[in-house]
């Protein structure tokens, strides 16, 4: 995850994270030669004495809410949110359960065995398959069969940013209970929106007193990493598909009102 002096940046995947990271970077490390000595120092543990370093990388790219080490936690929590319609099709089109079954799926082999033509999927049937068998929805089935009416994204919701999955899953088959025992778990998150990913990061960064000759270039910084030329997702939906997610992703739709078709 990335530290800077004021904050946690904690990077759940397809929500412009990537983006966020770079940004960040580019901000505290102007300077090239400077970052690659960043990068040295994660990558390598390699130090140069005497070399003011601005900012950490600690632990894995997507560690949790709850990775974050305990001399950091007095740091404001940065993230970024997306749409659920949004983010789907992101992880659709982006490919990673195909170029990595084994990290995507709890069994990747079992995977194989049931469906022998799982990589030529359509949306619909990724969708379908992720919620039975993704590592993510997984762990809380296993112990919590309840949960398996949630979707895919609120189950990696509910493990990035809250404390205690177990309270949380526990609630899965009563949604407004699940929804308000979500609030009381959750690590004090400033979440900003994919679709605003520029402007909500430079107002973040005004909120603590970047200045802003440091930071006037974010909001016409080009996108980075992205996974298709069209960002509508709206046509990889029928009105079937749309509810099921609407019903199976209620929790996110819940806590941030502003999503919607």
Known sequence: MFVAPEFVFVHLSKTGGTFAEETLREVLSPSAVGRKLHRLKTRHSI????????????GDQHALCNDIPPDQRDKTILSCIRNP???????YTFGWWKKFPHLWFHDAAAVENAYPRWRD???????????????WTHKGITKYP????LGWYTHKFIYYYCRDHDYVFEAAANPDLLAKRVRESMHPVHFIHTDRLNQELFEFLVSKDYPLEAIEFIPGKDKINTSRPNHN????????????????????FRLFPEFQF
């Open 233 to 252: 997702h709206r046509a990889w939906y029928t009105d079937r598909l749309r509810h099921e997610i609407e019903e199976k992703d209620a929790l996110l």
């Open 121 to 135: 999927f359509n949306f619909e049937e990724f969708l379908s398959l992720s919620n039975e068998q993704a590592e």
């Open 47 to 58: 130090r140069i004495p005497f070399w003011k370093y601005r900012y950490d990388e600690i």
């Open 146 to 149: 309840a949960s398996k009416s």
């Open 85 to 91: 319609f949004g983010l789907y099709v992101s992880e």
